[in-house]
């Protein structure tokens, strides 16, 4: 699939499926709804993004962040989604915060294996690929042996 | 895109978020005078893109008149954008269909309307179109 680099639209796929959660079982959608509320969705994360970075100019930050996020859908009149917004912020930091102290752990069982065989350079190296694996999510632990 | 489509990574756990972050931010950084975005932004304005799609989908599909029809169509969400004022930003993206005569009798009676309204106000005086 060739996608310009400026494509400002979101995949049909991923549209659908959260549009059919929304719906009744058996409730069907015309390919214009579809494609109606792909656009809206576009444009909304425009309208979102640009007030969002209102807040942030008052605040003289030059850098968006979550706070900006939630006191845009408050100005925009999506008080509703304040709250499963902040639920979805929690887990995302508690994932984040997971994936952080993982990385540590392994870090010093790494650690523990290789002081007595590896020089401080290839330490480096194994942090790297560690971080790397990471961004990629978790991946079979087994893998790390090979190391 | 596979893993993002069905929601869930390579280790089968379920995403936080199933819009794909990259698209969204670059819709994002379209946006004039934003210079940068912090992940945590993203992830919310991801999540709150998700949140407006299924709100807009079930808000038209009760108030529409495809509920009968079991479908939602393009006028069901056309009216959500002229009708509803959360949704009215969405007005101009998602107009209203009319037929096109119906439309030009429109035009017609609108301008019949404004010469009337001219002839009231200057007497005699034809108005200039």
């Known amino acids: 699939m060739a996608e310009r680099p400026e494509d400002l639209n979101l995949p ?5 499926r959260i549009i059919k959660e929304a719906l009744p079982d058996g409730v ?3 390919k214009e709804a579809r494609s109606a509320i792909s656009r809206a969705a576009s444009v909304f994360v425009l309208y979102a993004t640009s007030c969002a970075n209102n807040f942030a100019m008052k605040g003289k930050r030059k850098t968006l962040n979550a706070s900006d996020v939630l006191s845009a859908m408050e100005e925009m009149e999506f008080q509703r989604f304040i709250t499963p917004l902040k639920e ?3 887990a995302y930091r508690r994932e984040q915060k997971g994936k952080k102290e993982a990385s540590e752990q392994k870090k ?3 650690d523990k294996k290789t002081d007595s065989e590896e020089p401080d350079k290839s ?7 560690d971080e790397e694996r990471l961004e990629e999510d978790e991946q079979n632990e087994e893998e790390e042996v090979d190391n | 895109m596979a893993d993002v489509a069905l929601g869930k990574d390579k280790c089968g756990e379920q995403r936080l978020v199933s819009l794909p972050l990259s698209r969204i931010r670059v819709i994002m950084k379209s946006s004039p005078e934003v210079s940068s975005i912090n ?3 993203l992830v919310l304005t991801a999540k709150a893109t998700e949140l407006f799609v299924q709100y807009l989908a079930s808000h038209s599909y009760r108030h ?5 029809k079991k479908a939602l169509t393009y006028s069901d969400l056309a009216n959500t954008a002229e009708e509803s004022e959360t949704f009215q930003f969405l007005a101009d993206i998602l107009p209203k269909k ?3 005569s119906k439309y030009l009798k429109m035009l017609k009676e609108k301008r019949e309307e404004e010469e009337e309204n001219e002839d009231e106000e200057s007497g005699n005086e034809e108005a200039e179109s």
């Open chain 1, 12 to 16: 049909n796929a991923v549209i659908t």
């Open chain 1, 28 to 30: 069907n959608i015309s």
């Open chain 1, 88 to 90: 979805a912020l929690e």
């Open chain 1, 108 to 110: 010093k069982d790494k």
């Open chain 1, 123 to 129: 330490r480096d190296e194994d942090n790297d690929e």
């Open chain 2, 39 to 41: 992940q945590e932004a």
């Open chain 2, 64 to 68: 529409g008149s495809g509920k009968e």
């Open chain 2, 98 to 100: 009319i037929l096109a």
